[in-house]
């Protein structure tokens, strides 16, 4: 499980003049090749991968690398020494890599890469070196080493890849290629176009290293480009390494197995690198944040933060709670632990009972035989009794513990436990909905049942074989890489070379990741179209309300309302939440008033002034508390106590409220209550919007102008005077 050591690579990469010609709208092998390369690089740099790169050139017209001496090893060219690949590498491959006049022989750039593996690795500990070599294999070429450089490749242990425009065979006769083994899906996605004497006589000698380094699987060690641009369309996901964490199983007080777990499953967050810089600069240095602590009064007097201290609210009061406070409030143990508190059948842990950010899969120690032992004996029991262990788990001492549940998983290479954390009583959430079965309306025929089995089989996402003898997964979550770190990455590179153009589109490839296999979308057409003849929709109109004589010879206001009319006009046939509830609320609550003002007022029977005054109970609950949050909450309350008066008739009723509340605004210093207030409109009810109201619209728009302040007896003062002695006057 351990994560394996760095790797050395060297990109090698021809410029060769060839390289660079290219038919009319098709692109040059040159660009595909950078493409590779640079789709390689964005993997690397954005999994974070330890493994250091180098980049070497042949086709130059230029020479630069150790072994150039006479006409030896010309026009070959080390770019960039062994090191971990970063922005800058990706920049010189896009804009700085440009192709040569001249021709290299590509086992020459071999020596040369094997030259620079083998000296700047000299002391460092790498677990594998390896060579990528991109080329057309059109530059010529000289076997009198070959010999050599297969012996010194298989002695150093150096790995060689090839990445050719075309797939590897070569058929002579007709001069055509084809793909084979790992290529065969593409073979139809190229042109067969014949190769030159000089490609085939490369592709000769390809084919006679690669086997004689491997003759297995060398021949798969060469990959086409349009096949290597579609295994590297994804993004590399980061490497982590497994950190062990060591502990006792305990059983009673008696039994204790040395055990070590590992993360198996855990959420992958985006590593946290924002950071705020200045906007032209690019700086973060030129960017400097500072926290200021203010009293809320008209001063705004600074506070220091050491004359602060954080406070719990409960209810309308603020209790201190210092953080010495909070050290002691903290469950304390002795340390960390995976006690088993007991056992149960493994069906009564139901599987919506698992929770929690992580699966812990436990192992017995290592170099511990009696621990492997007596873990052994425990996980084969769970498996044969079909039961589970109840386990009480805390990381450390300064954790909360978790109960979890533990079960055993065997395979034929190693058992374990596997922890998953269980909830507590409080995590439950305990919903209850009304029973389909009770309503007839509801029971499907048997037709539709079929219909729907059909459906459900046709989109089965694990396809059998004819013979039934092998099963073939259609769809791995386990191997889709998350779309929005894709995403994000590509964004992120498309900044980092061009700061001042849009973001891409997203790929298309991103796209069809989370779409239904092709195959699945096929099979499954039938089976809708039977679902969806079976289960038609209908547009659901409303009912025609029936007129009565007072309907039609009322007298009706500008927007057609009547205000006697007591009937509430709600979408009834909107499903709510509430209503499933109405039969459980027999009071006005803090959580939802509003909601529940309203399925009071509109029972039969239901006292509205009694009703209301609980609403007004609670707003000036809220008005004490002094938030945003419940400034908002009462005036969801008001508006709610406004409409209802409104429907039912008691007009007088809230407009009593409203003047009343208007008089403690200045009272009880909530003038920013009242300034939503005024912003919102909410005012007293006019005679226009309802017959029982005398108040006029006038009068509605001054009950929400301010108090006008009476100073005609003021006399006049000095700019500089004296604070208190201006109050005494006032």
Known sequence: MARGGKVAIVLCLDVGFTMDSSPPDEESSLEQAK???????????????RDEVAVVLFGTDGTKNDLASGDQYQNITVHRSLMLPDFDLLEDIQDVIKPGSEQADFLDAIIVCMDLLQKETIGKKYEKRHIELFTDLSSPVSDDQLRIIIDNLKKTGIS?????????DVDDAGGGTSASGHSQMHRNSFP?????????KGVDVVRKVMYTLDEVGGLEEIYSFRESLERLSMFKKIERRPMAWPCQLTIGSNLSIRILAYKSV??????????????????????????????????ETEVQKDDTIQGFRYGSDIVPFSKEDEEQMKYKTEGKCFSVLGFSRSSQIQRHYYMGNQVLKVFAAKDDENAAVAFSALVHALDELDVVAIVRYAYDRRCNPQVGVAFPYIKDAYECLIYVQL????????????????NKKCIPTADQLSAVD?????????????????????????KIPNPHFQRLYQCL??????????????????????????VVKERCQAPLEKVKALFPLKEVSKKKEEKTAQDIFKDNTEDGFNPKKPKIEDDEGVFSIIKLA??????????????????????????????????????????????SQYYMKGINCIRAFREEAIKLSKVQCFNDFLQALKSKVEDKGLADFWEIMVQDRISLITKDEAGGSSVTSEEAEKFLAPKEKKNETLPPTDEGGDVDDLLDMM
């Not at 439950?428 to 079965?437: N, T, V």
């Not at 001042?500 to 239904?516: A, F, R």
Request: glycine share 4%; with cysteine.
């Open 35 to 49: 493409k590779i390369m640079t789709k390689f690089v964005q993997r690397q740099v954005f999994a974070e991968s």
């Open 160 to 168: 060689l890849q090839f990445f050719l425009p075309f797939p590897v």
């Open 192 to 200: 067969r176009k014949g190769l030159t004497e000089q490609q085939k």
């Open 266 to 299: 855990t959420e992958e967050k985006l590593k946290k690198m924002w950071t705020v810089v200045d906007a032209k600069t690019l700086r973060k240095d030129d960017v400097q944040k500072e926290t200021v602590y203010c009293l809320n009064d008209d001063d």
């Open 423 to 438: 909830p507590y009583m409080e995590d439950l959430r305990p919903y209850i909905f009304s029973s389909l079965k009770n």
């Open 454 to 478: 059909s459906l459900i089989d046709s989109m089965n996402l694990i396809y059998e074989d004819g013979d039934g003898g092998t099963f073939k997964d259609l769809f791995k979550p386990s």
């Open 493 to 518: 590179q498309h900044k980092a070379f061009h700061p001042n153009e849009p973001l891409p589109p997203i790929e298309q490839h991103l796209l069809e990741m989370l779409e239904m296999p092709h």
């Open 582 to 627: 109405e039969g459980s609320v027999t009071s006005v609550g803090s959580v939802n008033p509003a909601e529940d003002f309203r399925i009071l007022v509109r029972r039969e029977n239901a006292d509205f002034r009694d009703v209301s005054q609980q609403l007004i109970n609670r707003i000036d609950q809220f008005l004490e508390n002094k938030g």
